[in-house]
T-cell receptor, first 119, second 117 residues
Framework: GAVVSQHPSWVICKSGTSVKIECRSL??????MFWYRQFPKQSLMLMAT?????????EQGVEKDKFLINHASLTLSTLTVTSAHPEDSSFYIC???????????????FGPGTRLTVL | AQKITQTQPGMFVQEKEAVTLDCTYD???????LFWYKQPSSGEMIFLIY??????QNATEGRYSLNFQKARKSANLVISASQLGDSAMYFC??????????????FGTGTQLKVEL
């Protein structure tokens, strides 16, 4: 089946530093990847939609200058949390849609998530 | 705007029994898809089952079935013969539209299922 990886699986950083999280589709090509954020005991909230070769589309209330997204290839999207602060501590999950998936069934394949802790 | 509602924050079920997790949705778009995902404590999102708005029959995948009642806008997940490994958080999600930018998923708040001996 389709596999999506994320790296790192967890990261601890100091306040004010930047952290990059990678999302890779391992056995399929993904023109579209999605970045979610999940606080403990809460639901997944979509942060942005990442499109290969173009700018990401951010959801309302998400600071695009703080959460930089780059989707440089059909198998890789990166999320960089710039100048991280303790309130950015969260579980970040990416998902990817297979480029060849039919229009009527567009299951997203999720990565295992990255737990970010900002001290 | 679309919305997913899961009214059961937590559920308990005895091993080998069946359990129903509730999900209602709201959208004005006639084309949509409904998903159920399982999230164990490890955090990964595991796809369970999908139901399209135009599908005539309720979806089934092994021990999972989706009770799709379009008029009531409900898409309840039924897990039969519960196992200890089913203990996890379960999310209902909806995707509005069939193509292009309609691929975004909106998630409910989740139901924490605990399977007991």
């Amino acid at each position: 089946g389709a596999v999506v990886s994320q790296h790192p699986s967890w990261v601890i950083c100091k306040s004010g530093t930047s952290v990059k999280i990678e999302c890779r589709s391992l056995d399929f090509q993904a023109t579209t990847m999605f970045w979610y954020r999940q606080f403990p005991k809460q639901s997944l909230m979509l942060m942005a939609t990442s499109n290969e070769g173009s700018k990401a589309t951010y959801e309302q209330g998400v600071e695009k200058d703080k959460f930089l997204i780059n989707h440089a290839s059909l198998t890789l999207s990166t999320l960089t949390v710039t100048s991280a602060h303790p309130e950015d501590s969260s579980f970040y999950i990416c998902s990817a849609r297979d480029r060849l998936a039919g229009a009527s069934y567009n299951e997203q394949f999720f990565g295992p998530g990255t737990r970010l802790t900002v001290l | 705007a679309q919305k997913i509602t899961q009214t059961q924050p937590g559920m308990f079920v005895q091993e080998k029994e069946a359990v129903t997790l509730d999900c209602t949705y709201d959208t004005s778009d006639p084309s949509y898809g409904l998903f159920w995902y399982k999230q164990p404590s490890s955090g990964e999102m595991i796809f369970l089952i999908y139901q399209g708005s135009y599908d005539q029959q309720n979806a089934t995948e092994g021990r999972y079935s989706l009770n799709f009642q379009k008029a009531r806008k409900s898409a309840n997940l039924v897990i039969s013969a519960s196992q200890l490994g089913d203990s996890a958080m379960y999310f209902c999600a909806m995707r509005v539209g069939l193509t292009g930018g309609g691929n975004k998923l909106t998630f409910g708040t989740g139901t924490q299922l605990k399977v007991e001996l």
